[in-house]
């Protein structure tokens, strides 16, 4: 019996999890993670942001000291072009991202998010909007809600893809100043 419960006992330590090691590989967000975001799925705001992103195409400071940190804007042979990166409050209050969302009153059931968030395209002369589902509601990160002092978040917004020949646009969200970045090929 008490062999039983030791044997048992040492199973249940060695299960589960998943995380086999200390290479702290949970440290980032799983292809899932990242394939859920990419779908449109939306972000609750919970997420973490990768601990080392691996550039910086641009980096936006707007009112109440928020920073957007872009840190890829990839073109997917889908037709689409996903831009992502970190939002990080540097102020002394918390941040709802309300104004980010944009005045398309029609299709404003995004909440907190960066909805209002466009691709400027000035050679072509063209905007590029979000993305939206049928229900009206931003391919992009939504729940940005209670943003706290030095809390950063990650972020992600998907447009219609400029031309293949169009590799720098502007990114612009309200309340922020534009911001030149350059879209790579996915």
Same mark, same amino acid.
Request: net charge neutral; hydrophobic share 35%; glycine share 14%.
């Given at each position: 019996?008490?062999?039983?419960?030791?044997?048992?006992?040492?199973?249940?330590?060695?299960?589960?999890?998943?995380?086999?090691?200390?290479?702290? $590989?949970?440290?980032?967000?799983?292809?899932?993670?990242? %394939?859920?975001?990419?779908?449109?799925?939306?972000?609750?705001?919970?997420?973490?942001?990768?601990?080392?992103?691996?550039?910086?195409? %641009?980096?936006?400071?707007?009112?109440?000291?928020?920073?957007?940190?872009?840190?890829?804007?990839?073109?997917?042979?889908?037709?689409?072009?996903?831009?992502?990166?970190?939002?990080?409050?540097?102020?002394?209050?918390?941040?709802?991202?309300?104004?980010?969302?944009?005045?398309?009153?029609?299709?404003?059931?995004?909440? $907190?998010?960066? $909805?209002?968030?466009?691709?400027?395209?000035?050679?072509?002369?063209?905007?590029?909007?979000?993305?939206?589902?049928?229900?009206?509601?931003?391919?992009?990160?939504?729940?940005?809600?209670?943003?706290?002092?030095?809390?950063?978040?990650?972020?992600? %917004?998907?447009?219609?893809?400029?031309?293949?020949?169009?590799?720098?646009?502007?990114?612009?969200?309200?309340?922020?100043?534009? $911001?030149?970045?350059?879209?790579?090929?996915?």
């Amino acid at each position: 019996m008490a062999l039983a419960a030791s044997a048992a006992f040492t199973l249940t330590g060695c299960g589960g999890g998943g995380g086999g090691g200390d290479d702290k $590989a949970g440290d980032k967000p799983s292809a899932s993670t990242t %394939a859920s975001k990419k779908a449109g799925t939306g972000s609750t705001g919970n997420d973490t942001p990768s601990a080392t992103p691996t550039q910086v195409l %641009a980096q936006i400071k707007g009112e109440k000291d928020m920073v957007l940190t872009i840190n890829s804007a990839v073109r997917d042979s889908g037709g689409f072009v996903t831009v992502s990166g970190v939002v990080t409050n540097n102020g002394t209050s918390g941040f709802t991202a309300n104004l980010w969302v944009g005045s398309e009153t029609a299709l404003s059931h995004s909440g $907190a998010s960066v $909805a209002g968030a466009v691709l400027v395209d000035e050679a072509g002369k063209k905007r590029y909007y979000v993305l939206r589902d049928t229900d009206g509601r931003c391919l992009c990160t939504m729940g940005l809600v209670g943003i706290q002092p030095k809390e950063s978040r990650p972020f992600f %917004a998907q447009f219609p893809a400029p031309p293949t020949a169009t590799t720098q646009v502007d990114f612009e969200l309200p309340t922020m100043p534009p $911001a030149k970045i350059t879209i790579s090929e996915g």
